[in-house]
């Protein structure tokens, strides 16, 4: 995924940095990912490369390392 492709990574990575900003780090950020991913590119040997792709801009977003301080007790209350 290659940012001068139509700006295609820059409208994948607006959307998720959208996403996290409505539900933070919980299911409904990873829901949208996971949408982004199928409407990407289906089932297939190129799927692995638009994975890595989105998970680099969900890294550099900072996303899975915010995920991962999320306290065990955090959902507890919901």
Same mark, same amino acid.
């Given at each position: 995924?290659? $940012?001068?492709?139509?700006?295609?990574?820059?409208?994948?990575?607006?959307?998720?940095?959208?996403? $996290?900003?409505?539900?933070?780090?919980?299911?409904?950020?990873?829901?949208? $990912?996971?949408?982004?991913?199928?409407?990407?590119?289906?089932?297939?040997?190129?799927?692995?490369?638009?994975?890595?792709?989105?998970?680099?801009?969900?890294?550099?977003?900072?996303?899975?390392?915010?995920?991962?301080?999320?306290?065990?007790?955090?959902?507890?209350?919901?």
């Amino acid at each position: 995924m290659e $940012y001068g492709m139509n700006g295609l990574a820059e409208r994948v990575r607006r959307e998720l940095e959208a996403s $996290y900003h409505k539900h933070g780090c919980g299911p409904a950020f990873w829901d949208t $990912y996971q949408q982004v991913l199928d409407r990407l590119v289906p089932q297939g040997t190129e799927r692995t490369e638009v994975t890595n792709a989105m998970a680099l801009i969900i890294e550099q977003l900072g996303i899975v390392r915010r995920a991962q301080l999320v306290p065990p007790h955090a959902n507890a209350s919901r």
